[in-house]
């Protein structure tokens, strides 16, 4: 039981890492506005639709759910223990496709001002 739960923890955070990764290094090229980190204004670099990135949940939720199957069906077995990296790398996939690139190039500048 506890290899399921493992595996499918994992179906959910390959998915996640993807995403988090092709969106920092691919769409905001390696830049992070720091002070945007931390504040919950609709101003912030980060907002997105009400607090939600909804490309990122599109490009998680199947990537997910396919990294899943990869667990739970007995015909993919052989692929059960590298769900994470299915997961992974399918996320980063469906978000390189969805991300917005405009968005993570925008001409604001990176400061921290707390330096």
Request: aromatic share 14%; with cysteine.
């Given at each position: 039981?506890?290899?399921?739960?493992?595996?499918?923890?994992?179906?959910?955070?390959?998915?996640?890492?993807?995403?988090?990764?092709?969106?920092?290094?691919?769409v905001k090229r390696g830049k992070l506005a720091v002070d945007d980190l931390y504040t919950t204004s609709e101003a912030g670099?980060?907002?997105?639709?009400?607090?939600?990135?909804?490309?990122?949940?599109?490009?998680?939720?199947?990537?997910?759910?396919?990294?899943?199957?990869?667990?739970?069906?007995?015909?993919?077995?052989?692929?059960?223990?590298?769900?994470?990296?299915?997961?992974?790398?399918?996320?980063?996939?469906?978000?390189?496709?969805?991300?917005?690139?405009?968005?993570?190039?925008?001409?604001?500048?990176?400061?921290?001002?707390?330096?």
């Amino acid at each position: 039981m506890i290899h399921y739960t493992l595996d499918i923890l994992g179906s959910f955070i390959g998915p996640l890492y993807g995403v988090l990764i092709l969106d920092f290094y691919l769409v905001k090229r390696g830049k992070l506005a720091v002070d945007d980190l931390y504040t919950t204004s609709e101003a912030g670099k980060y907002w997105y639709t009400k607090g939600v990135n909804r490309r990122a949940v599109m490009a998680l939720l199947p990537a997910a759910l396919i990294a899943i199957l990869c667990v739970m069906l007995p015909s993919l077995e052989a692929s059960a223990n590298f769900s994470w990296f299915i997961g992974a790398g399918l996320g980063a996939l469906f978000y390189y496709f969805l991300a917005d690139r405009k968005r993570g190039l925008s001409e604001r500048p990176i400061t921290n001002d707390r330096a």
